[in-house]
T-cell receptor, first 111, second 114 residues
Framework: GQQLNQSPQSMFIQEGEDVSMNCTSSSIFNTWLWYKQDPGEGPVLLIALYKAGELTSNGRLTAQFGITRKDSFLNISASIPSDVGIYFCAAYQGGSEKLVFGKGTKLTVNP | EAQVTQNPRYLITVTGKKLTVTCSQN?????MSWYRQDPGLGLRQIYYSMNVEVTDKGDVPEGYKVSRKEKRNFPLILESPSPNQTSLYFC?????????????FGDGTRLSIL
């Protein structure tokens, strides 16, 4: 099946630093989603992207839907300890009701 | 409060003993889905349902069954569990299966099959 290549696999940063992670694919997708998973909980939706080139912000989070429709990135500015968790990209292909997930980026923020 | 509720949250059981994990949503969502999450593999879809009485296989359906007799409930059934089904399971729902509808997840069920 289609795959999303998410990188990096893990990140260790200092509080206050900016973070960037991305997902790429060889396939075209119509919708990109970014989720965060805290330990012991289910993924929670952070940002949804519906148009190629779209840039959307949610507080300190910014995500973009790549112009080729094959990639997306998520930036977190001025990280804080509660940003710790696993971030997943996910995407829908056109005409498909299946949501494909990346393997996640585990973020650790040192105070 | 809008939510997806899974039960149980944790279960340790033995090989071959049938088990059911329930999932219920209170948002009147048409689309429901089951995923398993394993280290290094991310989330993989097991089964999904576009509406009542409509279910389809996801990427890893072997060893699982589902049913959708009512809109709000989507139980996951392991008829004869095996150790390779030890995993963290998530149920999710969305308003429809259309690809502009983000899915909302439950808090997960951790299954250990001995």
């Amino acid at each position: 099946g289609q795959q999303l290549n998410q990188s990096p696999q893990s990140m260790f940063i200092q509080e206050g630093e900016d973070v960037s992670m991305n997902c790429t694919s060889s396939s075209i997708f119509n919708t990109w989603l970014w989720y965060k998973q805290d330990p012991g909980e289910g993924p929670v939706l952070l940002i949804a992207l519906y148009k190629a080139g779209e840039l959307t912000s949610n507080g300190r989070l910014t995500a973009q839907f790549g112009i080729t429709r094959k990639d997306s990135f998520l930036n977190i500015s001025a990280s804080i300890p509660s940003d710790v968790g696993i971030y997943f990209c996910a995407a829908y292909q056109g005409g498909s009701e299946k949501l494909v997930f990346g393997k996640g980026t585990k973020l650790t923020v040192n105070p | 409060e809008a939510q997806v509720t899974q039960n149980p949250r944790y279960l340790i059981t033995v090989t071959g003993k049938k088990l059911t994990v329930t999932c219920s949503q209170n948002m009147n969502h048409e689309y429901m889905s089951w995923y398993r999450q394993d280290p290094g593999l991310g989330l993989r879809q097991i089964y999904y349902s576009m509406n009542v009485e409509v279910t389809d296989k996801g990427d890893v359906p072997e060893g699982y069954k589902v049913s959708r007799k009512e809109k709000r409930n989507f139980p996951l059934i392991l008829e004869s569990p095996s150790p390779n089904q030890t995993s963290l399971y998530f149920c999710a729902s969305s308003f429809s299966g259309a690809n502009d509808q983000p899915q909302h997840f439950g808090d997960g069920t951790r299954l250990s099959i001995l």
